[in-house]
């Protein structure tokens, strides 16, 4: 995991943007809305970042092949969540892809929560790769005839499937960096504020840096 604070010089022209653009729903199991980030941002992850990821991760320079980066509002309220957005998941089975969350929330107060990471119990993976997801599955629907389906809510520390190894504050102007095969669900409290509005919401940009 990497964590950087105070990311950005000047993150409040990230928030006037999102105030001026477009949010759509998302695409496959995303619980919101989404819309694409400034083209700057991406441009900001493809000069800073690399030889941090090295460091951390191993990678080379040249390996960040292409960034995509896009808005987030969690938007969508625990009773119509399917079942597998009721679980941590993983972005990607390859471990050389990496994913971030950049937090534009909680400027002038910490009303919204950050990201955990999950060790599911029954086969011990704190994440999946490719090697991993058969059997990973297969647990999965093990644990469902057994525990029967995980309740409409989105997931809150521990439960009977999954164990929370770490939790990471949304703070705002923080970005964190992981590996696409961990395993990790949003922090969505019970007093969650679903707004659609970018300045009152759980702003974030999500990127996906693939390698």
């Given at each position: 995991?990497?964590?950087?604070d105070?990311?950005?010089d000047?993150?409040?022209?990230?928030i006037r943007?999102?105030?001026?653009?477009?949010?759509t729903?998302?695409?496959?199991?995303?619980p919101g809305h989404?819309?694409?980030?400034?083209?700057?941002?991406?441009?900001?992850?493809?000069?800073?970042?690399?030889?941090l990821?090295?460091?951390?991760?191993?990678?080379?320079p040249?390996?960040?092949?292409?960034v995509?980066?896009s808005y987030?509002?969690?938007?969508q309220?625990?009773a119509?969540l399917?079942?597998?957005?009721?679980?941590?998941?993983?972005?990607?089975?390859?471990?050389?892809?990496l994913?971030?969350i950049?937090?534009?929330?909680?400027?002038?107060?910490?009303?919204?929560?950050?990201?955990?990471?999950?060790?599911?119990r029954?086969t011990?993976?704190?994440?999946?790769d490719?090697?991993?997801?058969?059997?990973?599955?297969?647990?999965?629907?093990t644990?469902?005839k057994?525990?029967g389906a995980?309740?409409?809510?989105?997931?809150?520390?521990?439960?009977?499937m999954?164990?929370?190894?770490?939790?990471f504050e949304?703070v705002?102007?923080?970005?964190?960096?992981?590996?696409?095969?961990?395993?990790?669900?949003g922090?969505i409290?019970?007093?969650?504020?679903?707004s659609l509005?970018?300045e009152q919401?759980?702003?974030?940009?999500?990127?996906?840096?693939?390698s």
């Amino acid at each position: 995991m990497l964590v950087i604070d105070d990311f950005l010089d000047n993150p409040d022209k990230l928030i006037r943007s999102a105030c001026e653009t477009a949010f759509t729903p998302g695409h496959g199991l995303f619980p919101g809305h989404r819309a694409s980030a400034p083209k700057a941002y991406t441009d900001t992850l493809e000069m800073a970042l690399p030889g941090l990821l090295t460091e951390v991760f191993g990678t080379q320079p040249q390996d960040i092949k292409q960034v995509e980066s896009s808005y987030s509002l969690v938007t969508q309220p625990p009773a119509t969540l399917h079942p597998l957005q009721r679980i941590p998941h993983f972005d990607s089975p390859n471990p050389r892809e990496l994913a971030s969350i950049y937090f534009l929330c909680n400027q002038h107060s910490p009303d919204y929560s950050g990201t955990a990471f999950y060790r599911h119990r029954s086969t011990g993976f704190e994440y999946v790769d490719q090697q991993r997801l058969k059997p990973y599955m297969t647990a999965l629907e093990t644990d469902a005839k057994k525990l029967g389906a995980p309740p409409a809510d989105y997931i809150h520390g521990d439960t009977e499937m999954f164990e929370q190894i770490d939790i990471f504050e949304a703070v705002f102007n923080r970005i964190l960096i992981y590996r696409c095969t961990s395993l990790h669900s949003g922090v969505i409290d019970k007093d969650f504020n679903f707004s659609l509005n970018p300045e009152q919401a759980r702003l974030s940009i999500n990127s996906f840096l693939v390698s």
